[in-house]
């Protein structure tokens, strides 16, 4: 059955959704984009006649999170996604056939829209033993995956194990599992890792899509910068205690019942990148950290090794600024490399000046070589500490490093 060309707004308006509904959709995807309100009218209008898009769902080495998370999507419903804005083709825990029918409600799907589907994929990949630790209608997940995705507009990763392979592939996992980039290199491809990811930012992607004919900026990860382009620690509702040197020292205390930073808890925020603080889950009411727990890191690479233990501390946190974006860390970081390199390149000038002018008065023959060419260090030196807040945790009182 072909997709109907009726635009988002209608195919939305005769399921029940009215139009002040959607116009407060198309403002708060605005929103979520980290766009001005002023974009909004553009979004809605770009809905208006945006073609349903085919979705096919994957999934390899998962718990069914994502999925999940958009079962219980809101802004919009669930219901408005798979009507309005996806039309998901093939997925296997929501789809109507099994067995052979699914897999070809799969083939029809990539047959009809040669280039012109969203492949997601959700669960790592596994690649041990010829991917035989995962099979789906006798065919390995990574054969099915490879195919699905070179046949692909896009690819969006959905969840931590798509991203990089997750838990799965965390240290002694025997199934080799990868995430959908060292798969298919060569994909068009979105990562929206998290355990699980927020629906709200699959949304948004698709909106961005469908509003601007482009997918998202991403940083080099492939995680789109309006998800994923700040720091958690400083959007976190909690930071103000932190800057205060007001922390949860154990659970149950004082601080812990008074909402006070999870820093000391073990709290991976400052070294996560995403956006949990102002999407948060459950129709937008919570999120870890609100709710008593620490960030446990779960959109960063290989977190399962590299944020474990998750009550561990961190070293001391660079106390940035609220508006520092991932981006804007780079640039100062590569900055402070150039102006040391030029620095570099100032003085030994000088040094060579110097010898001339002293072999000069020594009656030598002086001879000036040419000023030498700027070398960039091997490496960036790390960034000046900050000076320590009030009770900013100091040597004596770190945690193991990672």
């Known amino acids: 059955m072909d997709h109907p060309s009726a635009g988002l707004a209608e195919l939305i308006a005769a399921h029940g959704v009215s139009r002040r509904a959607f116009l407060q959709f198309s403002a708060a995807m605005a929103g979520a984009l980290a766009l001005p309100a002023s974009f909004a009218p553009r979004i809605a209008a770009a809905l208006e006649t945006a073609p349903r898009v085919p979705v096919i769902w994957l999934e390899g080495q998962d718990c069914a999170g994502n999925t999940e998370g958009l079962l219980r999507a809101s802004h919009p419903t669930v219901a408005e996604l798979i009507l309005g804005i996806l039309s998901l083709d093939y997925h296997e825990t929501i789809m109507a056939p099994s067995g052979k029918a699914a897999e070809q409600s799969r083939a029809d799907t990539m047959d009809r829209f040669p280039d012109g589907y969203i492949c997601v994929v959700e669960g790592g990949i596994p690649i041990a033993e010829n991917g035989i630790y995962c099979t789906i209608g006798g065919r390995t997940f990574k054969d ?195 102006a040391l390199s030029v620095a570099h390149g100032v003085g030994s000038y000088a040094r060579q000046r110097r010898a001339a002018s002293a072999e000069a008065a020594a009656g030598g023959v002086a001879t000036m070589e040419a000023p030498p060419a700027v070398e960039a260090p091997a490496t960036a030196p790390p960034p000046a500490a900050a000076p320590p807040g009030p009770e900013t945790p100091t040597a004596d009182d770190k945690g193991t490093d990672r």
């Not at 996992?173 to 998290?194: E, F, H, M, W, Y």
Request: aromatic content about 10%; some cysteine; glycine content about 12%.
């Open 144 to 338: 099915i995956a490879r195919a699905t995705i070179d046949g692909a507009l896009a690819t969006i990763a959905v969840g931590s194990c798509a991203f990089d392979g997750g838990l799965p592939a965390a240290k002694g996992g025997p199934t080799g599992a990868i995430g959908v980039k060292d798969l298919v290199p060569s994909a068009t491809l979105i990562n929206l890792p998290g355990c699980p990811m927020n629906v709200q930012n699959l949304t948004a992607t698709i909106v961005h899509f469908l509003t601007f004919g482009e997918w998202p900026a991403t940083d080099p990860s492939g995680r789109p910068l309006f998800a994923y382009g700040q720091l958690i620690h400083d959007q976190c509702e909690r930071r103000a205690h932190f800057e205060q040197g007001e922390y949860v020292t154990a659970w149950g205390d004082y601080g812990s019942l008074n909402g006070w930073c999870l820093y000391k808890m073990g709290c991976k925020g400052p070294d996560t990148f995403a956006n949990c603080p102002t999407a948060r889950f459950n129709e937008g009411t919570s999120w870890p950290v609100k709710s008593g727990h620490g960030c446990v890191g779960c959109t960063m690479p290989a977190f399962w090794d590299q944020m474990t233990p998750f009550y561990r501390r961190l070293p001391t946190p660079p106390p940035f600024a609220t508006d520092v974006t991932a981006d804007q860390i780079g640039l100062v970081l590569v900055g402070g490399v150039a």
